[in-house]
């Protein structure tokens, strides 16, 4: 198992491989036949599948725009490294103080908003999705702006 858990803490998605080794475990315990437990492994291939899928087509349209032209590629690729870095910056200070305030057992309005934002990342996940998204449509309304100044 050490190699298939190396390569796994290679990827991003390690919490949810484990999920669905977990699921899968805990099924077995419970006497579900191996046909049926092979069915969360299948139901994850495919989400992935979708997923990953999903996010080639938006970054394969997403570069195609912005590398037609030098400008743009710089609005791109700056936009993206601050969102990046800001998010980058966020969940870690989410994280570490989620771990500072259970350590420690501090309470009050922003320990547990930091321990809900702690205890919820999928949702966490969400919101970082639509600051991409919304990251990039503001960049490219700055771009058009810019470049209808730029024409005048």
Do not use: H, Q
Request: hydrophobic residues 55%; without cysteine; glycine residues 12%.
């Amino acid at each position: 198992m050490y190699p298939l858990g190396f390569l796994f803490g290679l990827g991003f998605d390690t919490a949810t491989e484990i999920g669905v080794l977990g699921i899968t475990a805990a099924a077995a315990t419970k006497g579900l036949s191996v046909w049926s437990i092979l069915v969360f492994p299948a139901l994850f291939t495919v989400g992935m599948s979708l997923v990953d899928t999903s996010d080639g087509v938006l970054m394969l349209g997403a570069y195609g725009w912005a590398f037609v032209n030098p400008i743009r590629k710089l609005f791109y690729n700056l936009t993206i490294t601050l969102i990046s870095v800001v998010v980058a910056v966020v969940v870690g200070s989410i994280e570490v103080l989620g771990l500072v305030a259970g350590r420690l057992g501090s309470t009050g309005v922003i320990w547990d908003t930091i321990n809900l934002l702690a205890d919820n990342f999928s949702s966490l996940g969400y919101l970082v999705v639509g600051v991409f998204m919304v990251s990039w449509l503001v960049s490219f309304v700055i771009y058009r702006s810019t470049e209808n100044e730029g024409s005048a």
